[in-house]
């Protein structure tokens, strides 16, 4: 979930050839909001998170917050904690507004006043640490920032927008839950859907959107492989589950380095193995937990086909009995995100406008993260999506790390930070011009 940086020249290059334009006559107000209000509510976020669809506090207080805004009418319990707001302004289009608001299992070592010291039992039923460590608290604080001005500002827009505080995007589970719950049907059907992610890896005040792919599909696969237990000093007695587990990683890689095309991004990531508890047993089982990433469908399809074939195989190379095979479970998943084009080409002139060509930087993947706002946009759904990123680091942390300092830390680090000012002010003002424009007073407002 993160965008990446120009190299200098071609920075250099675009703020020569696009010079800023002037900054919308709302971005005073949402600064004015940041200081006397977002602030303090971001601080609140940051300081309690809360892990995926156990944000019972954060979506009390989002609810709290958006049915403060004149206009707005919501309803909680969305998908499990989701929350949905809709303000309405006569007729037109419909826009969804989504932000995400659940944080991670992670201790928090960011050296910041506000680090988070909460502590939650998760969905498994095991005591965590909790981070806001991928920046959804800049999201959520943005979406009411983002609601408050557009409530300010009807007379320069009419229809409907609908603002979704989603849970579990961690999990990828969020989205899929609220449109299972009637996203769709009990609340008015968007023509259009946006999001944006803070970025840690792009310089705090710029945007970047691609006009097509933006993250990959990501799929959790998990793998138990039984065994049968014996003493370690006597292997040839039973059938060992650490071996067996240990060739199916091997043999996974197979379906990246030798089953696929060259030039087709994928990946097989075995991040858990468990088995045994003591060194001199022979465990009765071995459990694997992996994630896959693809660009496409088809090849989406193809790992996971692959993957239960190759755990089948080494079952069946080791002399498993029926009932002892492999058992492949596929627990989670999402589909590629993807930028519809022209929605996207015609919002990236009008970030630009908002923020400052200068300001906004080609989108390049440079890793395969995922997001569950495909879950919104599917291509059966008739929705069209447009996602962006903003950055959250200041270039002063580019330039330390550049000259032998500490590395900016990633997502999903003990150590991420970002500067939430201009993150949630560009956020907002990004995301508040996006959606004046699709709602725009005017012959067709809002069409393409």
């Known amino acids: 979930m993160k965008s990446v940086l120009l190299g200098a020249a071609a920075t250099l290059a675009l703020v020569i050839a696009a010079p800023a334009a002037a900054e919308p006559d709302y971005a005073a107000a949402v600064r004015s909001d940041y200081s006397k209000s977002l602030a303090p509510l971001f601080d ?100 009411v920032g983002t609601a408050r001005q557009l409530a300010a500002m009807k007379n320069r827009w009419k229809g409907t927008i609908v603002f979704i505080v989603q849970p579990a995007e961690e999990r990828i589970g969020g989205a899929k839950a609220m449109v299972k ?60 589950p650490v071996y067996m587990a240990s060739q199916i990683v091997i043999a996974l890689q197979g379906l990246v380095s030798r089953e696929r095309g060259p030039l087709t991004p994928a990946v097989i990531t075995v991040g858990s193995f468990h088995a045994g508890l003591k060194s001199n047993i022979i465990s009765d089982m071995a459990k694997l937990q992996i994630t896959v990433r693809a660009n496409d469908e ?23 009995a029926p009932d002892k095979m492999p058992v492949v479970r596929h627990t989670e998943g999402t589909g590629v995100t993807y930028n519809d084009p022209a929605l996207a080409r015609r919002l990236n002139a009008v970030l630009a406008n908002a923020v400052g060509a200068d300001r906004q930087v080609p989108m390049v993947q440079t890793d395969m993260g995922a997001e569950d706002f495909a879950e919104f946009v599917t291509p059966d759904s ?33 150590l991420f930070k970002i500067t939430p000012e201009p993150a949630i002010t560009t956020g907002t003002i990004a995301m508040t011009a996006a959606v004046l424009d ?6 067709g407002a809002g069409g393409q």
Do not use: W
């Open 382 to 414: 008739g929705v069209k999506g447009y996602y962006f990123m903003v950055g959250g680091t200041p270039q002063a942390a580019f330039d330390a790390e550049k000259a032998g300092g500490p590395p900016v830390p990633s997502h999903h680090s003990n």
């Open 44 to 143: 609140y976020f940051h300081r309690n998170p809360e892990l995926s669809f156990k944000e019972v506090n954060t979506a009390a207080r989002m609810a709290k917050e958006l049915r403060a805004i004149p206009g707005m009418v919501v309803t909680e319990k969305v998908g499990g904690t989701g929350v949905v707001g809709v303000m309405k302004n006569g007729p037109g289009p419909v826009v969804l507004v989504r932000a995400d608001m659940d944080g991670l299992p992670v201790h928090e070592d960011s050296g910041l006043t506000n680090a988070s010291i909460v502590r939650q039992v998760d969905i498994d039923g095991v005591d965590k640490p909790v981070m806001h460590a991928c920046g959804h608290d800049t999201h959520i604080t943005s979406l």
């Open 298 to 320: 088809t090849e989406r399809k193809r790992l996971l086909d692959g993957i239960t074939r190759v755990a089948r195989g080494v079952g069946v190379m080791n002399g498993m």
């Open 438 to 443: 699709l709602l725009q007073l005017a012959s």
């Open 181 to 240: 719950d009637g996203l769709y049907t009990r609340f008015p059907k968007p023509q259009y859907a946006l999001a944006y992610h803070v970025a840690a890896d792009l310089v705090a005040g710029q945007v970047s959107a691609a006009e097509g792919l933006q993250y990959s599909s990501a799929d959790s696969v998990e793998i138990d492989v039984p065994g049968v237990g014996a003493h370690g000093a006597a292997p040839h007695t039973g059938k060992d």
